[in-house]
Structure formats: structure tokens, C-alpha cells
């Protein structure tokens, strides 16, 4: 999907995709959403993304030019089904490299340009909410690198991806991104429920 464009705050939004499966419930959840706020989706599995090394031997992968253009919005949204609990190793795999970011000299102005940033979820699972454990995965790391949670959509996927209801049930994240509003993470308790 073509490029950038502004919501109508005038905050420019991206999405970021992790599953197992392109098309599965996830990832029509991410593309509904995306399609509604005209926004790109990047799809990890199409990037060159190798695990955290505390040697950084793997500067020369796809993370450091996936972070230059993500940087260059005000809005992320993070996609990801619930697996065990958690995000996919994959997400897994983007949060801890996160801290080439923290670790690098180099990298250390650039990452400070996270700070401030509105960070979004949007989930499925099988259950009626997303786990703590999966929503706090997000949460805190956004919260230890100075974003702000903006909320979350999510699917319970039991019985499929059904476009009638899921569709709906992210109206609320839509309308978020395009106002560009935070939630107060303290009120919200960090759980799966929309705030
Ligand atoms: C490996 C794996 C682990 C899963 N673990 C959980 C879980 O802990 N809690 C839950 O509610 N659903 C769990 N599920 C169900 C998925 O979250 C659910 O089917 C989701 O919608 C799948 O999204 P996808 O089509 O993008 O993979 C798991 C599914 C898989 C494949």
C-alpha cells in the first residue's frame, strides 16, 4: 500500500504486522484498520530482522532502515496476534532491538526521537480480552522509552475474523489514531480492554 499520509490531527501513522499468516485474523484486523486510516503496513516478515546481539555484529540487517522509516511518523501502531500469552517472536524479535537504540552512541540520538511518539495495539486472540502479559509487553516498553499508549483494538477471534463485528470493534482505535489521543496507562490498568 502506498505511502504516507497524515490523519486529521496532522499526526502521520504507520502500522507494523507480526503473524504467522498474512491474511489470518490479524492481519485483516491491521488491514481494516489501515485501510480506514489510509496508512501503510509493514509486515515483518518481509523484513531482514535477526535477534538482539550484544555484539551488534547484525547492524547490516533491516532493522536500522525499518527504524529510520518508522521515525518518521508521529503514530505507531503495533499488530500482533496473542501467542502464548504474548507477542510473536517476531514482535518479540523488533522490542528487543529496540535497545540498539538505548546501547549504540550512534543510535542514541535516534532513538531518543521515540519519545513522545502515540504508540497503539491491535490484537486477536481467542479469548475475550487480550492477557495482561501481552498488553504489558507493549505497554511498559512504550512507557520505558517515552511514548504514549494510545489504546488498544481487539479481536476475539474464537470463531474467525468476522468483518461485521471485528470491523466495528476497531472503530474506536480508528478514531483514536485520527484524533492522535493517549490514554492514561494508571486508569487503564494495562489490561485488554479498550480504554
Ligand atoms: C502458537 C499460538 C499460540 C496461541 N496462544 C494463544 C493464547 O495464549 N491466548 C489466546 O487467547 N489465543 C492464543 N492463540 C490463538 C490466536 O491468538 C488467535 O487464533 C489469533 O486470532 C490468531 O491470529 P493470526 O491469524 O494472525 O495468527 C494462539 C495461537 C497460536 C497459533
Not at 52 to 65: Q, S, T
Not at 164 to 185: C, M, P, W, Y
Request: proline content about 3%.
Amino acid at each position: 500500500m502506498a505511502g504516507v499520509r497524515n490523519t486529521a490531527s496532522g499526526h502521520a501513522a504507520i502500522a507494523v504486522f507480526s503473524s504467522a499468516r498474512r491474511h489470518g485474523n490479524t492481519g485483516q484486523l491491521i488491514d481494516h484498520i489501515a485501510r480506514e486510516l489510509q496508512i501503510e503496513t509493514i509486515d515483518f516478515a518481509t523484513v531482514d530482522l535477526s535477534a538482539y546481539d550484544y555484539e551488534h555484529r547484525n547492524r547490516g540487517d533491516g532493522f536500522e532502515p525499518l527504524m529510520q522509516r518508522l521515525l518518521a511518523y508521529d503514530q505507531l501502531i503495533f499488530a500482533s496476534p496473542v501467542y502464548w500469552y504474548t507477542v510473536t517472536s517476531t514482535m518479540k524479535v523488533f522490542l528487543d532491538r529496540l535497545s540498539d537504540y538505548l546501547d549504540l552512541p550512534d543510535l542514541l540520538p535516534e532513538g531518543r526521537r521515540l519519545r513522545g511518539k502515540q504508540a497503539y495495539i491491535a490484537c486477536t486472540s481467542i479469548c475475550e480480552q487480550a492477557p495482561a502479559s501481552f498488553v504489558n509487553t507493549f505497554v511498559d516498553t512504550f512507557e520505558y522509552l517515552g511514548m504514549r499508549y494510545g489504546g488498544i483494538a481487539h479481536a476475539n477471534c474464537e470463531h474467525g475474523y468476522v468483518a461485521a463485528r471485528h470491523d466495528a470493534e476497531a472503530a474506536l482505535l480508528i478514531q483514536r489514531v485520527k484524533q492522535g489521543r493517549s490514554v492514561d496507562v494508571a486508569t487503564s490498568a494495562h489490561t485488554g480492554e479498550s480504554p
